[in-house]
């Protein structure tokens, strides 16, 4: 900067420096008190985002087990086992399984509640409220209190439903194949459908009163002003809250581990559970695959972004059609 | 159906068609409510009643005696204060981490502003899933840090502040440019107009920030589990309940971890409780500006 300091008084008169000078020296203030400040955070980015994704790379075509000198290069060894790995397809279909049951039951339901707390009926706020209370607690934990609640000898569930007579013998929520993801499924949606229901809510805020005044002197039901006028003014939401539902469901697995930790067999083995247990794993074949659990998490997590690709592309085309 | 402040009159049909909504929202609620209930007032039964199962969520005699026996047979003491050395840790680091990034980014120009800013966007959607935590996990051993928790307090901080930052950044272009100005002429630095001026401005947002950051550092599991593998004393809640499960007489443990899962929900719920503003505040204000 000092070079291009002028003196005002020599400066040449076709150019007033003295504007120029100004700017320069306002932007000048603070510039390395701006960098020191956002340094923890680029630091941060660095390490724990930056870092970790390039560190993916360097591993995808070396077995190792996490002892550093172990690591081997072994080629293509690895993407060839993907590609015959009947374990990690499988748990791609579980998840889009797992992904696809869950949205079908979480967003009618959010929007449902959303719908009824719009109604301003006695205590709507106490309602969101609980409504919305599942979400703020860890999802380990309430795979644990539904581990407890599907317990096939001394489970609340099972006690419930016999003392009421639908069931004579109890239900192996957990350990049957054929009811497991129903149980997987009541869990996440718990977990989860406040979070969506708030967003609907807050869509609804918006679209105005005039509007429900107007269909409701035309004679509308609850249903056609519902269908009518709720759902396609709230489309903007609706296209946001699915995106981030879907791709909310491809990610989970904190609580599946807990609950099933994707069991019985591989049942409800999601992706990312799999991707977990050959990272961190410490069952019985304690052989670590970093290496190839690196090379499966991209592939995974290219697996999501084709999703949400599709998923932006439907939901483009629908509004042309609409 | 309608907010209006003048009162509307409904028809008699109306009218029992609301209660029978209102009806459905109540038993809605009660099932919502019920697992937390069950697990709540399952912590005062004897170990005999939750391992006999049953349909009764009340107990047959309240006892105490499995959270003195969490608290100190089974370490729960340890991992409550691990628990909450996490959580405040991971508030107070994204409060401090988040505010700054946010002004700067919100008030300065540079090179390389748009490079950065797009990066951080670009990872809050690329998700890899716990392989992240691998490469963490092993610079944590390199630098003889993971004797500590402060690794996972820093990791998780720094995994989840992305969200933050853009938050507060939002909220600083709201505020308007002439205050800082204002400052300046009256010789603020750089620094002095973020500590005068713009964070007592940002109140609201650092109160979501600060429920939210807690919540996170509260409910963390993957991460500490990773982290502790090894070592118990390290262990919160969330992760030190989770062993107990799997520790192979788990089974006859039911009302220790009754309690243990107690003692990891109530916290929050209680934070909930009186902050539930800010928590359902901070989500829409998110999914707005993020």
Redesign the interface.
Known sequence: MAKEYVNPQLAPTNRPPRPVNKKMRLKESGGVASWLMLSPSLVFLCVCSIYPFIWIFRYILYNYDGIPNHTRFTGMRNITTMLSDAKFWGSVGVTFEYALLKLIFIIPLALIMAVLLNQKLKGSSFFRGVFFMPTVISSSISGMIFTFIFATGNGILNGILKSIGLISQPVGWLTDTSVVMAAVIIMSVWAGFGNYMLYFVTGMTSISEDVYESSRIDGANGVQTFFRITLPMLAPVLKVVLMLAITGAFKDYEAIMVLTNGGPGTRTNVMFLYIYNLIFGTGSNATRQIGYGALLSLVAAVIVGAVTIVYNLVAKKLDDVV | ????KAQIVYSPRQKA??GL??L??VL??LL??F??L??IL?SFKQNQE????????FPQSWIVQNYVDAWNQANFAVYTKNSLLLSVGVMVISL???S??G???S????AGKEL?YG??TA?MF???????????YE?ATQMKINTSLWPVV??S???G?ATY?FLCRGYVNSVPKELDEAA?IDGC???QI?YRIIMPMLKPVLATIAILSF?QG?????MPR?FT?TNDSLRPL??G??ML?NAGDGAAA?NI??AG?TI??IP??I???CF?RY??GG??AG?VKG
Do not use: D, H
Not at chain 2, 50 to 57: A, E, T, V, Y
Not at chain 2, 107 to 110: G, V
Not at chain 2, 126 to 136: A, D, E, K, M, Y
């Open positions: 159906m309608a907010k209006n068609i609301r909504l209102w459905f929202l809605f609620a919502v409510i697992p937390v069950y697990i399952g939750l391992l006999l199962g049953g349909s009764n969520i401090v981490v988040s700054m990034a002004y700067v980014f008030r300065k120009t540079f950065i990066i951080f990872f690329i998700n890899v899933g716990s392989v992240s935590l691998r490469p963490l610079l820093l990791f901080a720094g995994g502040q930052i300046r630095s750089f620094f973020y919540r509260w409910n963390e599991y993957i990773v593998m969330t992760v309940v989770n499960k039911w971890m009754f899962a990891a929900i929050i719920l934070v909930f409780i539930s928590f359902m989500l829409t999914a």
